[in-house]
């Protein structure tokens, strides 16, 4: 643990044991600090994620029953300590059930914080716009170190001009900009008594709305085994979109499809932030979210 750091903890909790490193990785470093309220959460975020502590404090400030209990940060040295926010939803077998709860909750924080857009893209946070997807995804795609075969490059690359009609297509929608999880799964969702709180927006953006839960269905797909026709995907959209209003079953399937390929890109973005070393461990998972993107295509 930094010695600055340790004296910054210090200032802000009193720990009761040793601080301890429990995660340490190219994008950020988390310790443990015991202290007799229970465990606090110290984050040193890298540079490809130094937007989240301001981040998350400012979602705190404004959604205090639905993330992590912020105790301080600073900006400057993209520190974040946090207070415990209970269990992993992963522990608990990550029951569709929790996300019934939780999603119309997220849809909520979102729909409010599209007025904070452009303060969050001044800080840091990435932008995912549908305005700027087509450019981005235009280099992206003739990026010649994607883990993918020859045959997936070429289909992304010839969806070029139908990714942009469909960045259009959704665009014409109106439904604003606004902060998106893109991280929404099981080990970033926890239970503390009646309360989900949603955790880690380190890989957050600005973007369509819609497409967090691209993420969230994956790994219900992946780590529940639900098949793809499962009632339960139409019933965590409908519980999703209720906050949005009525009529919104079209755009989320285009917001969906485009945020299959905008995901790829903001992976791009962590993969290129990464030794080589580690970036051959991130390609396992993602050369499985750009198979993903190569599927839509074919739609």
Not at 77 to 82: C, D, G, V
């Amino acid at each position: 643990m930094d010695r600055d750091a340790e004296v910054w903890i210090r200032a802000h909790v009193e720990p009761i044991g040793d601080i301890e490193t429990v995660h340490q990785r190219s994008w950020a470093t988390v310790a443990r600090v015991p202290s007799i309220d229970g465990p606090a959460w110290f984050k040193a975020c890298a540079p490809v994620q130094a937007f989240e502590p301001r981040l998350t404090a400012q979602l705190f400030a404004r959604w205090p029953d639905r993330v992590a209990q912020v105790l301080a940060f600073d900006e400057e040295r993209a520190w974040l300590l946090m207070a415990h926010a209970g269990t992993p939803i992963a522990q608990l077998g990550n029951p569709p059930e929790a996300w019934l709860r939780v999603l119309p909750l997220y849809a909520e924080l979102q729909r409010g914080e599209a007025a904070h857009s452009d303060d969050h893209l001044a800080h840091g946070v990435p932008d995912l716009r549908i305005s700027a997807l087509p450019a981005r995804y235009e280099k992206f795609v003739r990026q010649p170190d994607l883990p993918l075969d020859e045959p997936g490059r070429d289909r992304l690359q010839r969806f070029v001009p139908r990714f942009s009609e469909l960045c259009a297509e959704l665009s014409a929608h109106g439904v604003p900009a606004t902060i998106q999880h893109d991280d929404l799964h099981l080990t970033n969702l926890y239970r503390q008594g009646d309360r989900l709180r949603v955790v880690d927006w380190g890989d957050a953006s600005i973007s369509h709305p819609f497409a967090s839960l691209f993420v969230t269905f994956r790994f219900l797909e992946q780590v529940n085994g639900l098949p793809p026709t499962s009632p339960w995907f139409p019933r965590l959209r409908d519980a999703y979109l209720e906050p949005w209003g009525s009529g919104l079953t079209g755009t989320f399937a285009l917001a969906m499809r485009v945020g299959t390929f905008a995901h790829a890109i903001a992976w791009k973005r962590q993969r290129d932030h990464l030794p080589d070393q580690a970036r051959r461990e991130f390609d396992e998972d993602y050369s499985v979210v750009l198979s993903r993107a190569v599927a839509r295509t074919r739609d």
